[in-house]
């Protein structure tokens, strides 16, 4: 095999690597730009371009110090364009903190202009690395590519199979760089094929980086439960397949209502999931502001029942009291986390400020966004396909304000979706897959979905994370179990705020709930009750005088009013589908979880093609194992087997005449000796009837010397030639089995 062979592998190992760094970088513009991904393409192919120009004339040095005038430069332009107030703060200690936190998970998705990130961080490492390559320095090339991908899998911003195109071309761009380098032979590609392939199938089942945010490709039967998909995710939330549901308490709630108790709130859709942007959280320091309008303060008391990472509390929380107060963080959303973490049976009180709003104040509310809620609350990635505008347009037909069309989206979600719990990852954009592709889901695919519809129709919206409102085990309590966890929407709308929708449907999900509910209490699972909930849900003695209602606020006076889909609701916000208690289904336990019962909803089982993620590992298993035979014989000698045995197609008499022979040969070094080197035909076969020769074979031989080198042969001496090895090849099958090639 050709030095120039093992050069174009090399230079294909770093095409590929080149390739995965910047299809994630490319992602992240598709995600926060607007028109940027076509920059972006622009840019990676034109420091391409100016590599392969600049390889020519520049030597290493003097392309070092223009790699590293192209990262300052790039920086440079990042720096300037960071809004005012942020260039401000600017230092050194805080550019070091970013440093570090982008390599222990900050995703590069969260920082401020993102897409310019991008852009800025690609010109520099994408030329140097072919720089080197071209130069044939293929370790240096592979380090340098090799070094940004890792920075990126470290974020968590590279994904499974990007990562491990990576790895691959790294691994081929050092191998047969170094084979080029030192005359490498056949064999030794197929090691390195042998090599690869094993690499490939080994990252489908284990983490790139232990800890990382890279997943294994094939299934992993420890699903994760709902709270580590929504509630325990923090700044990140990535859609995933099935789901399981954990029935363990986590918290109680004392409350004169129940309400859905929010952890998290997510402004950025990725495709794939949701980021919390820009990672600034501050430290709780007293009152927080509320949102706009009429507003009416509830209080809850909240004592954890096992170690909480989050502050559960009603939309919108204005003030905290208790221990974790003293350390408790504030995102630039309004949400509250846990400092370090709420200990067992230690108490909170959280003070919320709940909307009031009536449907037609809503409708009448228009569409005069502040320019903060309009600029991060109606992003989309670039790659929105256009038949999901057209769905939401055909949705919300007619409909003339905000209001009535996420109610519309709400409906047609609801009523055209089943809800499964056990469903296959999607491959590409959540939000178009569970629409046209999927059957069924669970609350993040019917949140993610509604809120990108929404945001089609330039209405801004956002996904939420927490838990529902749990049992209710007394006139003012709540138990909230793991399986509570949910996501759900956000609509804002001007002089109100954010209104929650919801468009998961509640009697699927509480009757999947329900049934795992009973399994962990037969099965003695610690942990599942607390106090009197293993009693059921609390039921008031009914009573004759019915409950007085102010216009101005909503009450919860029996459990009807919080039970069943004809859920009896008062006050302002009485008929509001998406409004504060609307959407609240049979008794209050909503989440996103593995269907473990099995009925719920059969959707999308995942039994239809295998994954793009499956087939390739299956490609490369089959190369693995194809330049494994190769390299043991074992492809040569099954080739061998069957060639022996088979004569082909006819063709002329004197060509099968040789083609009969040729396999007459073969048979017999296998049970003799090969011919040697300028050994006649006739002499060979003469000195094998020696040493027991079939007589057959001789005529064979004759045979063969009249059509290659006599007068030919006619068609009934060749099928007699093929008929005779026919004969001595059926006679000495079992002796061939014992011969090697």
């Known amino acids: 095999m050709s030095r120039r062979t093992f050069r174009g592998g090399a230079l294909a190992g770093i095409a590929l690597l080149l390739f995965a760094l910047t299809s994630e970088l490319y992602h992240i513009t598709d995600v926060v730009g607007v028109g940027v991904s076509t920059t972006y393409i622009l840019v990676a192919a034109g420091t391409v371009l100016a590599a392969t120009v600049v390889a020519r004339l520049l030597r290493p040095r ?33 550019v070091l903190a970013d440093v570090v936190a982008l390599l222990t998970g900050l995703s590069v998705l969260r920082l401020a202009q993102a897409d310019v990130w991008a852009l800025a961080a690609t010109p520099a490492p994408v030329f140097f690395t072919w720089y080197l390559a071209l130069r044939r320095r293929y370790v240096a090339a592979a380090t340098v590519g090799g070094a940004t991908l890792g920075l990126l899998v470290l974020t968590g911003d590279a994904g499974p199979l990007t990562t491990l195109a990576g790895v691959v071309g790294v691994a081929g761009a050092v191998a047969l760089g170094t084979l080029e380098a030192r005359g490498g032979v056949s064999a030794q590609l197929d090691t390195f094929a042998i090599v690869v392939a094993a690499m490939i199938i080994a990252s489908a089942s284990l983490s ?35 789901i ?36 600034d959280t501050r430290a709780y320091d007293g009152r927080l502001e509320s949102g706009p309008g009429d507003r009416r303060e509830l209080t809850q008391r909240v004592t954890a029942r096992t170690q909480l990472e989050s502050l559960p509390a009603a939309a919108d929380p204005v003030e905290l009291r208790g221990s ?30 709940l909307p009031q709003y009536t449907p037609e104040q809503l409708r009448r509310s228009g569409d005069d966004y502040p320019n903060d809620v309009s600029g991060r609350y109606l992003q989309l ?89 749990g049992q209710r085990v007394s006139q003012n309590e709540w138990v909230v179990r793991g399986l509570n966890a949910h996501a759900w929407v956000e609509v804002y709308f001007p002089e109100v705020g954010w209104v929650q929708f919801d468009p998961t449907p509640s009697s699927p999900r509480q009757s999947a709930e329900d049934v795992r509910l009973e399994s962990a209490r037969q099965s003695n699972e610690s942990g599942v009750d607390t106090g009197n909930s293993s009693t059921g849900e609390w039921t008031p003695t009914p009573t004759d005088t019915p409950a007085e209602t102010d216009a101005n606020t909503t009450t919860t006076s029996t459990s009807a009013d919080i039970d069943g889909p004809q859920a009896q609701q008062s006050g302002a916000n009485a008929s509001v589908p998406g409004g504060a208690v609307s959407g609240l289904g049979e008794n209050q336990t ?70 009969a022979f040729e396999r007459l040969e073969y048979l017999l070094s296998r049970q003799y000796r090969p011919r040697r080197p300028g050994e006649t035909p006739r002499r060979y076969l003469r000195s094998l009837s020696r040493l027991g020769l079939d007589e057959r074979a001789l005529s064979v031989g004759e045979a063969y010397e009249r059509a290659r080198y006599g007068s030919g042969v006619s068609r009934d001496e060749a099928d007699s030639a093929i008929e005779t090895v026919d004969a001595l090849v059926r006679r000495s099958t079992p002796v061939l089995g014992r011969f090697r090639s």
Not at 258 to 265: D, E, I, L
Not at 329 to 341: H, K
Not at 387 to 402: F, K
């Open 62 to 94: 003097a392309a070092f110090v223009l790699t590293l005038l192209i990262l300052l430069g790039g920086f440079a332009a990042y720096f300037f364009s960071l809004p005012a107030g942020q260039r401000a703060v600017f230092s050194l200690d805080r």
């Open 208 to 242: 790139v980086v232990p800890g990382g945010a890279a997943q294994p490709l094939l299934p992993d039967t420890n699903t994760p439960t709902s709270e580590q998909n929504l509630v325990q995710s923090n700044d990140q939330v990535n859609i995933e397949g099935s």
């Open 244 to 279: 399981r549901l954990s029935p363990k308490v986590r918290f109680s709630v004392e409350s004169a209502e129940p309400r859905y108790w929010r952890t998290g709130v997510y402004d950025r859709y990725t495709g794939s999931g949701w980021v919390r942007s820009e990672s």
């Open 324 to 353: 974790p107060a003293n350390d408790a963080l504030v995102t630039e959303q309004g949400t509250l986390r846990v400092g370090g973490s709420l200990r067992e049976n230690e108490s909170y009180t959280v003070v919320s400020e």
């Open 381 to 469: 990635p670039d790659s929105t396909s256009d038949r999901l505008r057209e769905r939401t347009a055909n949705v919300t037909e007619g409909e003339e304000n905000a209001y009535d069309k996420a109610v519309a989206i709400e409906e047609h979600l609801e009523s055209t979706k089943e809800y499964s719990l056990t469903v296959e990852e999607p491959s590409g954009d959540v939000a178009d897959t569970f629409l046209f592709e999927m059957e069924a889901g669970y609350c993040t695919y019917y949140a993610s979905t509604m809120a990108v519809m929404l945001r089609s129709e330039g209405i801004p919206a956002r996904m939420v994370t927490g838990y529902t409102p």
């Open 590 to 659: 909503f989440s996103p979880t593995t269907n473990t019962s099995g009925g719920t909803g059969e959707g999308d089982s995942g039994d239809g093609l295998p994954s793009r993620e499956s087939i390739g590992v299956g490609l490369a298993a089959l190369v693995g194992l194809a330049a494994g035979a190769r390299r043991t014989g074992v492809s040569t000698r099954a080739y061998r087997s069957v060639w022996v045995r088979v004569q082909g197609r006819r063709q002329t008499p004197e060509r099968d005449t040789e083609r």
